[in-house]
């Protein structure tokens, strides 16, 4: 809550042949206005949690839940071989204040990159290949080569627009986020030979720039190497297209309780002559607290999520509320225990629209340089 309650935590680290290092955390912003989030390592100097971006205010008056996907540099001589004593720290209310400042760490992954003669795993995306374009469900594998310990997983990720999962406000990146430090809503895991997964991208919406995909391959050690990105993929489907339309003038706190109704505008631009299915995705924290979700002034969902924790979700739309222009989402709660809150960047909607294949675009773009790292 504040630099009165420092709540240490204990971490092993091989620093032999490191040449850089950071951390990513796992957090929900907490009591909202809180700032002054920060950590530090060994008792050294104090280093800022990393805050999504694109706000109009201060990062700290919006709801959100960071997931890992957030790395900050870490100064090598804060570390040391061994044992590591990781604190953070919160400061006062800025706004909204109610003299409770306050956040929560789920977890948090330090990062250890080495030189490239250390003994570590390596290999290679075999599918799809540079230039492919990709339809639904495409399979995307990789072969791997181990030095020493055996390949324990192979991440699969993908660069492209897409849902913010990480909730950094950043929506064309390397799309994953983590839970306790294990990578989710990315491509695909494989544990096992042969090493490949049926990509599940039914919803990743059409792309204005070309895809890149990688593949994250960790040993029974730890050690992981990222692959060289394929690059130049393009996505196309047979006569069909999904579009995702984000949210507009996200308002500050957004949280509903004690009878409280809040909402956002979703632009879309397009007719929707074509539509065939509407959905709306969000993220929450403590949205088994609402009363009422909806979208254009008709109740979707009573709520949903759990109660004092972060949920994805997506809502189906009924057709006949879309229309053209701005459209609104809205949340209700009249509980008097936790506010409902919707996390940044707010919810989008993803639509599906039938197309002939004439209308679809496939671009081609630049390569990804590969690195390797230990978690």
């Known amino acids: 809550r504040d630099k009165a309650h ?5 971490i092993d680290l091989d620093l032999d042949q490191a ?3 950071e951390m990513s955390v796992e957090y929900w912003g907490g009591h909202i206005g809180t ?3 920060k950590f530090r390592i060994n008792g050294h100097d104090w280093i800022a949690v990393p805050q999504p971006t694109g706000m109009p205010g201060h990062p700290s008056c919006y ?3 960071l997931l890992g996907n957030n790395a900050v540099p870490i100064p090598l001589n804060h570390l040391r071989q061994g044992t590591n004593v990781v604190q953070f720290t919160a400061g006062p209310q800025i706004k909204y204040n109610f003299n409770w400042g306050f956040y929560w760490i789920y977890d948090f992954t330090i990062r250890v990159y080495y030189d490239a003669s250390k003994p570590h795993p390596t290999g290679r995306i075999t599918a799809p290949v540079a230039g492919a374009v990709l339809g639904d469900r495409p399979v995307v594998s990789a072969e791997v080569a181990p030095s020493g310990a055996a390949v324990r997983q192979v991440d699969f990720i993908g660069l492209y627009e897409g849902y913010n999962w990480s909730g950094d406000g950043t929506f064309r990146q390397w799309q994953y986020h983590t839970e306790h430090g294990v990578r989710k809503h990315h491509i695909g895991t494989a544990t096992a030979t042969p090493w490949r997964v049926v990509w599940a991208n039914e919803w990743v919406p059409d792309q204005d720039q070309p895809m890149q ?3 994250m391959i960790t040993d029974a050690s730890g ?4 692959t060289p990105a394929v690059a130049n993929l393009g996505l196309q489907r047979a006569n069909r297209s999904v579009k995702m339309y984000r949210a507009a003038d996200v308002p500050e706190a957004f949280g509903v ?3 409280k109704r809040m909402t956002c505008k979703i632009p879309v631009p397009d007719s929707p002559q074509g539509a065939t299915k509407v959905r709306l995705l969000l993220s929450t924290w403590s949205a088994a607290h609402a009363d009422e979700i909806g979208f254009n002034d ?3 969902v009573e709520r949903v999520g759990v109660v004092h924790n972060y949920s994805f979700d997506m809502i189906d739309v009924p057709l006949d509320l879309l229309h053209q222009g701005d459209n609104s989402f809205y949340i209700y709660s009249a509980t008097t225990e936790h506010a409902a809150e919707v996390n940044w960047p707010g919810p989008v909607l993803l639509v599906e629209f039938t197309r002939p294949r004439s209308e679809f675009r496939v671009h081609a773009g630049p390569n990804r340089p590969s690195r390797f790292l230990q978690e």
């Open 6 to 10: 420092q709540v240490p935590k204990n």
């Open 19 to 21: 040449v850089r290092a």
């Open 35 to 37: 700032a002054g989030q």
């Open 63 to 65: 709801y959100r839940t």
């Open 213 to 215: 995909i990688a593949a």
């Open 223 to 226: 050690m992981s190497f990222l």
């Open 257 to 259: 309780r004690t009878k």
């Open 298 to 300: 008709c109740t979707l």
